[in-house]
Structures are given as C-alpha cells and as structure tokens.
C-alpha cells in the first residue's frame, strides 16, 4: 500500500542564524509524521541557503530576497500544496506525533483554524508561560480539542491554510512582533476557532541572538496598528494610550513617532470587528483584571511571541 500523503507542511522561518536553522532542519527531518518542509529564507548574510541546501538536498529554501519579518511565512503557505501548516522558528522544534495529531484534530473540526502547541523550553522542558495562560481561558470551549483562544503564538501553530491565506497572511507592515494579534482577530470575525491544544508539543530553546529594545518598540507599535485597524474608535484610543503609558521616555517617542507613520495606511484598510469578537477580548480582559489571564486578547500581549528575524 502506497503511503499517505502528507497533510502538513512545515514552514521554518530564519535569518541570519545558519548554525540554529541547521539544528532545527536536522530534527524536523527526523520526525516520523508525514510532513513536508521549507525553510523560508529572510535574506540571511551569513550563507543561510547554501548551508541548508548542502546539507540537505532535498529540502526546499525559499529565499525571500531581504528580510520580511513574520510576513516571510505567507511565502512557504503560497508554496505549499497540504491542507495544513505547522509554522517554526529556527530555535523550535516540533516533537514526534505532535503534527499527525494536529492533522487529525483538523480533520474532525473543520470551524478551526489554528492550533496553538504546548510550548517546553529549554533542556529543562518548562512550559512556556504563554501556555499556562491559555490553558485558563474563559472563552467557551465546549466540542473543541482544547481551550478556545483569541489569539495564538506565531512560532508554535498549526493552521488551516485557506484560513491563512482567506486573512491574507501577516502584514507586510508589521514586520515582526505580535504580528498574529491582528490575524486572530480577522479570524475570530470570520467565524474560525483557535485553540489551545497541549497534546501537541513544540520545544524552544531561544537564541542568545536577540534585538530585545528594537522588538519591545515593534511590539508596542504594532499592537496600536492592530487597534486602529480592528477596534471601534474609542477602544483604540485607550489602548494606544494604554500601550504608550507602560512605556519609558525614549521607548514612549520612538513608538509613538512610529506607530504614526500608519496614518498614510490604516484608514484604507480599517475593519471593526463585529460585536461578538468585541465581546470575547472583553471575557478576556475581565480574565486578566481577576488574574488569571490567558494569552491577553489582541492588543494586550504579554505573552512571547514569534522570535526576532
């Protein structure tokens, strides 16, 4: 009997960290799930591409031509011709069984788009903090594999790719940093379901290779984008002064000067979301004032997120 074709692809992510990407490639490659796999290549300097086609030649390297940021992934979901795909940074891993787990789960619901994986760190295996708040969510999640989530963590998902690619993926604008905030909204409005699902395992063992100030700006910024491009008018402005309040002197401006520079865009591309999305990143909200939050709803991250390219 023929095998199975795969039903997953799994897109890598990396720039500019040959010897991490390598790593992960390596365990990806060794998995027994029936998977495809890409490494998208966000112009690395460092031979990224050629190190991963020398050592293995049968992998598929897209190389993005200059870095892209999280907006690099919509390139392997284009280039992939499965169902479903398992996003990766080049510092995770996924474990065995956790993929053909996911893509059974997707089979037997078809109103879900992601699934967001059990996130252990480190030789330690600690679960992610980020996952301890989702495993509390209030959201109703009655039926489904998991708790219901309005949001999910970009490096460590399993999505449905016509979900994907019907939001239009990450935007290009954003870059990186709490990049999936707006793309769980547009999911949540256009009825699909995210959840939480800790059966499925990804590791993370985080490079020492990090720009933490440029990402915290990032983060800042685009969580403002993400309110003025999904919430009503007065809910954008709290969150914006919300976002700014929490912030230092220079980090303040920075953000604040940038986050301005969306004014040419987010007017032409501005969807309030419907009232019933409105109403779960309120449960959300009253989740995190009682302490007990979940992943925060979009627009109130505090939860990692897709790793710095």
């Given at each position: 009997?023929?095998p199975?074709?795969?039903?997953?692809?799994?897109?890598?992510?990396?720039?500019?960290?040959?010897?991490?990407?390598l790593?992960?490639?390596?365990?990806?490659?060794?998995?027994p799930?029936?998977?495809?796999?890409c490494?998208?290549?966000?112009?690395s300097?460092?031979?990224?591409?050629?190190?991963?086609?020398?050592?293995?030649?049968?992998?598929?390297?897209?190389?993005?031509?200059?870095?892209?940021?999280?907006?690099?992934?919509?390139?392997?979901?284009?280039?992939?011709?499965t169902?479903?795909?398992?996003?990766?940074?080049?510092?995770?891993?996924?474990?065995?069984?956790?993929?053909?787990?996911?893509?059974?789960?997707?089979?037997?619901?078809?109103?879900?788009?992601?699934?967001?994986?059990?996130?252990?760190?480190?030789?330690?295996?600690?679960?992610?903090?980020?996952?301890?708040?989702?495993?509390?969510s209030?959201?109703?999640?009655?039926?489904?594999?998991?708790?219901?989530?309005?949001?999910?963590?970009?490096?460590?998902?399993?999505?449905?790719?016509?979900?994907?690619?019907?939001?239009?993926?990450?935007?290009?604008?954003?870059f990186?940093?709490a990049?999936?905030a707006?793309m769980?909204?547009?999911?949540?409005?256009?009825?699909?379901?995210?959840?939480?699902?800790?059966?499925?395992?990804?590791?993370?063992?985080p490079s020492?290779?990090?720009?933490?100030?440029?990402?915290?700006?990032?983060?800042?910024?685009?969580e403002?984008?993400?309110?003025?491009?999904?919430?009503?008018?007065a809910?954008?402005?709290?969150?914006?002064?919300?976002?700014?309040?929490?912030?230092?002197?220079?980090?303040?401006?920075?953000?604040?000067?940038?986050a301005?520079?969306?004014?040419?865009w987010?007017?032409?591309?501005?969807?309030?979301?419907?009232?019933?999305?409105?109403?779960?990143?309120?449960?959300?909200?009253?989740g995190?004032?009682?302490?007990?939050s979940?992943?925060?709803?979009?627009?109130?991250?505090?939860?990692?997120s897709?790793?710095?390219?």
């Open positions: 009997m023929a199975a074709e795969p039903r997953v692809t799994i897109v890598v992510l990396t720039h500019d960290r040959r010897d991490e990407v790593r992960t490639v390596g365990g990806l490659s060794a998995l799930d029936r998977v495809r796999l490494v998208v290549d966000n112009g300097r460092d031979g990224t591409a050629d190190a991963l086609r020398a050592a293995f030649p049968d992998l598929h390297v897209i190389e993005a031509g200059g870095n892209l940021g999280a907006a690099g992934r919509n390139l392997g979901v284009q280039w992939t011709r169902p479903y795909v398992a996003f990766c940074d080049d510092d995770t891993c996924w474990q065995p069984h956790s993929l053909d787990l996911a893509a059974d789960l997707l089979d037997r619901h078809p109103d879900i788009a992601v699934l967001c994986a059990q996130v252990r760190v480190r030789a330690e295996e600690r679960p992610d903090p980020a996952c301890e708040r989702m495993a509390r209030p959201l109703p999640s009655r039926g489904l594999p998991g708790k219901a989530l309005l949001g999910f963590l970009a490096g460590a998902a399993v999505m449905r790719a016509c979900a994907f690619l019907e939001t239009g993926g990450y935007h290009p604008a954003f990186i940093g990049e999936e707006l769980a909204l547009d999911f949540a409005a256009a009825g699909w379901r995210m959840v939480y699902c800790p059966r499925i395992v990804t590791r993370h063992q020492p290779r990090r720009d933490t100030p440029l990402r915290r700006r990032l983060l800042a910024r685009n403002i984008w993400t309110a003025w491009l999904r919430l009503p008018l809910e954008a402005g709290r969150e914006t002064l919300r976002i700014l309040s929490g912030l230092r002197g220079t980090d303040r401006l920075a953000v604040a000067v940038s301005l520079g969306g004014l040419r987010i007017p032409g591309q501005r969807r309030v979301v419907p009232p019933r999305v409105l109403a779960m990143r309120r449960t959300l909200a009253r995190m004032e009682a302490g007990g979940p992943v925060p709803p979009p627009g109130r991250r505090s939860a990692p897709s790793r710095e390219r």
